[in-house]
C-alpha cells in the first residue's frame, strides 16, 4: 500500500501528457549517477547563487542512496549617508540521504529524496566611513542542516540526461537559530553503469 502511494506521488511530479509518449523499451536502471550544476538557495530574505552536485548509488530501480555538495553566494553593497556597507553570505553544504525515482518512463524519472548533513554559514559584514578606519564583523558557523524535495530528469541519451528541476525545503540549525529557506537547482545528469533488476 504504501509503496502504491509514493509511486501515486511521483507521478504527480510529471504532467500526464508528457508520460503518454511510451513506456516501451525501458532503459536499463543505471548503477550510479552524477549531477552537476546551477543552484539558487532564497533564505532569509537573501539570495544566493551557487552550484550543486550530486551522486547517487542505486540500490534497485526505485532506490538509491544520495551524497549531496552544494556551495551558495551573495555579496551585496550599500550606501547609508556617507557610509559603505558590503556584506558577503556563503554556504557550503555536505548532505547525505535516500532518493526514491519512478523509472516506469523511457523519457522522465521523477524523484523524491530526503537528505541529512552539515551546513557552514560564513557572513562577514564591513562598514567603511570616510575619514574613520573601516570595520568588520564575521559569523561562521557549521550547523545540522536538512533538505527535503524532489525533481525531474528528461533522458537525452543512453549516459546522460538533463535535470529539469530539483526543489529542496531547506532547514538550517546553527547556534540556537533555525533557517528556513527554498533550494532550486537545475543541470546535466551522467548515468553510469547498468543494474540487471
Same mark, same amino acid.
Request: proline letters at 3%; a positive charge; zero cysteines.
Given at each position: 500500500?504504501?509503496?502504491? =502511494?509514493? %509511486?501515486?506521488?511521483?507521478?504527480?511530479? =510529471?504532467?500526464?501528457?508528457?508520460?503518454?509518449?511510451?513506456?516501451?523499451?525501458?532503459?536499463?536502471?543505471?548503477?550510479?549517477?552524477?549531477?552537476?550544476?546551477?543552484?539558487?538557495?532564497?533564505?532569509?530574505?537573501?539570495?544566493?547563487?551557487?552550484?550543486?552536485?550530486?551522486?547517487?548509488?542505486?540500490?534497485?530501480?526505485?532506490?538509491?542512496?544520495?551524497?549531496?555538495?552544494?556551495?551558495?553566494?551573495?555579496?551585496?553593497?550599500?550606501?547609508?549617508?556617507?557610509?559603505?556597507?558590503?556584506?558577503?553570505?556563503?554556504?557550503?553544504?555536505?548532505?547525505?540521504?535516500?532518493?526514491?525515482?519512478?523509472?516506469?518512463? !523511457?523519457?522522465?524519472?521523477?524523484?523524491?529524496?530526503?537528505?541529512?548533513?552539515?551546513?557552514?554559514?560564513?557572513? $562577514?559584514?564591513?562598514?567603511?566611513?570616510?575619514?574613520?578606519?573601516?570595520?568588520?564583523?564575521?559569523?561562521?558557523?557549521?550547523?545540522?542542516?536538512?533538505?527535503?524535495?524532489?525533481?525531474?530528469?528528461?533522458?537525452?541519451?543512453?549516459?546522460?540526461?538533463? %535535470?529539469?528541476?530539483?526543489?529542496?525545503?531547506?532547514?538550517? !540549525?546553527? $547556534?540556537?537559530?533555525?533557517?528556513?529557506?527554498?533550494?532550486?537547482?537545475?543541470?546535466?545528469?551522467? !548515468?553510469?553503469?547498468?543494474?540487471? $533488476?
Amino acid at each position: 500500500m504504501g509503496k502504491v =502511494v509514493l %509511486r501515486a506521488g511521483l507521478w504527480l511530479l =510529471v504532467p500526464a501528457s508528457l508520460l503518454a509518449q511510451g513506456n516501451a523499451g525501458l532503459p536499463a536502471t543505471p548503477k550510479a549517477e552524477l549531477a552537476a550544476g546551477y543552484a539558487y538557495v532564497r533564505i532569509e530574505g537573501s539570495d544566493l547563487h551557487g552550484w550543486n552536485v550530486s551522486l547517487a548509488g542505486n540500490v534497485n530501480r526505485n532506490l538509491g542512496i544520495v551524497g549531496d555538495f552544494a556551495g551558495h553566494y551573495n555579496s551585496e553593497k550599500s550606501t547609508i549617508g556617507t557610509a559603505t556597507t558590503s556584506s558577503n553570505l556563503t554556504l557550503t553544504s555536505v548532505m547525505a540521504g535516500l532518493r526514491v525515482s519512478e523509472r516506469s518512463n !523511457r523519457m522522465f524519472t521523477p524523484f523524491a529524496q530526503a537528505l541529512f548533513g552539515m551546513t557552514r554559514v560564513n557572513a $562577514d559584514l564591513t562598514v567603511d566611513q570616510p575619514g574613520t578606519t573601516s570595520s568588520t564583523a564575521t559569523n561562521d558557523v557549521t550547523g545540522f542542516s536538512t533538505a527535503v524535495g524532489g525533481g525531474l530528469d528528461i533522458r537525452l541519451g543512453e549516459t546522460v540526461a538533463f %535535470r529539469l528541476f530539483q526543489a529542496d525545503f531547506l532547514l538550517i !540549525r546553527s $547556534d540556537g537559530f533555525k533557517h528556513e529557506g527554498a533550494r532550486i537547482s537545475t543541470g546535466i545528469v551522467w !548515468r553510469f553503469g547498468q543494474r540487471n $533488476d
